[in-house]
């Protein structure tokens, strides 16, 4: 049985500490998905299909990642693709405690047997969030080694 994990978020956009996770998880199972948010309530940096395409890219090294998109519960997009693991990466507790209630949640939800896996970052990326990497680039910042550097090349180009 091939085992098939999933990766999911906004990813608005990839950091270290995503690709950390990313490269960590995809050591461990057969495949690898990261399914990128398809939130169209949510205005990000970077539409859905930047996003896909910075993810790709950053990814590109990574033979068994593939990156996909989703709407709606995570549950169902798991159930519907037979994911064997649910990744989830975690920085500090205020995430443990926030993350382990999700699992908890589609532990009612998931219907063939998906474990929910929760990886700690590397301690150099515990500081670093999407949100955060946006705020201080806007202000003209420094996001050098918070962010791969494409994702660095294509903030540079959105932000101006």
Same mark, same amino acid.
């Given at each position: 049985? %091939?085992?098939?994990?999933?990766?999911?978020?906004?990813?608005?956009?990839v950091?270290?500490?995503?690709?950390?996770?990313?490269?960590?998880?995809?050591?461990?199972?057969? =495949?690898? /998905?990261?399914?990128i948010?398809?939130?169209p309530?949510?205005?990000?940096? @970077?539409?859905?299909? %930047?996003?896909?395409?910075?993810?790709? *890219?950053?990814?590109?090294?990574i033979?068994?990642?593939?990156?996909?998109?989703?709407?709606?519960?995570?549950?169902?997009?798991?159930?519907d693709?037979?994911f064997?693991?649910?990744?989830?990466g975690?920085?500090?507790?205020?995430? @443990?405690?926030?993350?382990?209630?999700?699992?908890?949640?589609?532990a009612?939800?998931?219907? +063939?047997? /998906?474990?929910?896996?929760?990886l700690? /970052? *590397?301690?150099?990326?515990s500081?670093?969030? =999407? =949100?955060?990497?946006k705020e201080v680039? =806007?202000? +003209?910042?420094?996001?050098?080694?918070l962010?791969?550097?494409?994702?660095?090349?294509r903030?540079? %180009?959105?932000?101006?």
């Amino acid at each position: 049985m %091939e085992r098939k994990a999933l990766y999911a978020g906004s990813f608005d956009p990839v950091t270290n500490g995503h690709l950390n996770i990313i490269e960590r998880a995809a050591k461990m199972y057969d =495949s690898l /998905t990261v399914a990128i948010a398809n939130n169209p309530q949510k205005t990000g940096l @970077f539409t859905i299909e %930047e996003r896909v395409d910075i993810a790709r *890219e950053v990814t590109r090294h990574i033979p068994n990642v593939k990156v996909d998109t989703f709407a709606g519960l995570i549950a169902d997009y798991v159930n519907d693709n037979g994911f064997t693991a649910y990744i989830r990466g975690l920085r500090n507790v205020s995430d @443990f405690e926030s993350e382990l209630l999700m699992a908890q949640m589609n532990a009612r939800l998931f219907t +063939g047997g /998906t474990e929910t896996v929760f990886l700690m /970052t *590397e301690p150099e990326h515990s500081f670093i969030s =999407s =949100s955060l990497v946006k705020e201080v680039a =806007s202000f +003209g910042g420094s996001i050098d080694g918070l962010v791969p550097e494409y994702v660095l090349k294509r903030i540079k %180009e959105k932000l101006g």
